[in-house]
């Protein structure tokens, strides 16, 4: 694909077709979270909608950060918080490994059966984690080794910083691919 340079107005998604930021901006303190982190989750699947083999092409060299390493990197990250630490499952990630602790970007390979794989793990990861926030205390606790003891509150507010930082790579790496900006 060719990037074609446009001005930032011409290309934000007008208001009325964003399915984003629909949240609650009033209310208790789940909904918030829970709303915040879901328009973050969405803002990932936009950033990344209409490509397929698009996904895996990398930022620049050296870097291995691509679009396709970014759902393969967060399906990991919800896997780990809300299975792992949270529901205290045995839940070892999908795509890296403490042979291959970057196996979720440097294994983020073009090809359909790749990018549905990363799509599918990351769906369930997040169906997974959504349930499990709906049914449980804000207050629960589970240890991690990196932060130690952690809230599902903290994980919630963790997971939002997390998409937001990632979803402004995506940004880049969007611009990148075929020149689209603001969505």
């Known amino acids: 694909m060719t990037t074609t340079?446009?001005?930032?107005?011409e290309i934000f998604v007008?208001?009325?077709?964003?399915?984003?930021?629909?949240g609650p901006a009033t209310g208790d303190e789940r909904q918030m979270l829970v709303g915040f982190l879901a328009d973050q989750r969405a803002t990932l699947e936009l950033k990344c909608t209409g490509l397929d083999a698009e996904l895996s092409r990398r930022s620049v060299e050296p870097s291995t950060?691509?679009?396709?390493?970014l759902v393969r990197h967060l399906a990991d990250v919800e896997r780990h918080w809300f299975r792992e630490i949270l529901a205290r499952q045995d839940a070892a990630p999908r795509f890296s490994s403490p042979a291959d602790p970057d196996g979720d970007f440097?294994?983020?390979d073009s090809g359909p059966e790749a990018v549905e794989e990363a799509?599918?793990?990351?769906?369930?990861?997040v169906e997974f984690a959504d349930r499990f926030a709906a049914g449980a205390s804000l207050d629960i606790e589970g240890h991690d080794a990196w932060r130690g003891t952690v809230s599902l509150r903290w994980v919630?507010?963790?997971m939002i910083e997390e998409y937001a930082r990632h979803n402004g790579h995506?940004?880049?790496?969007?611009?990148?691919?075929?020149?689209?900006i603001g969505i």
Not at 14 to 22: I, L, T
Not at 119 to 125: G, I, P, Q
Not at 170 to 180: P, Q, V, Y
């Open 5 to 9: 340079p446009r001005s930032r107005a």
């Open 14 to 22: 007008r208001a009325e077709e964003d399915g984003r930021f629909r």
């Open 65 to 69: 950060l691509s679009l396709l390493g």
């Open 106 to 108: 440097d294994g983020a």
């Open 119 to 125: 799509w599918a793990a990351w769906r369930a990861e």
């Open 156 to 158: 919630l507010i963790h």
């Open 170 to 180: 995506a940004d880049l790496l969007r611009e990148r691919i075929d020149g689209a």
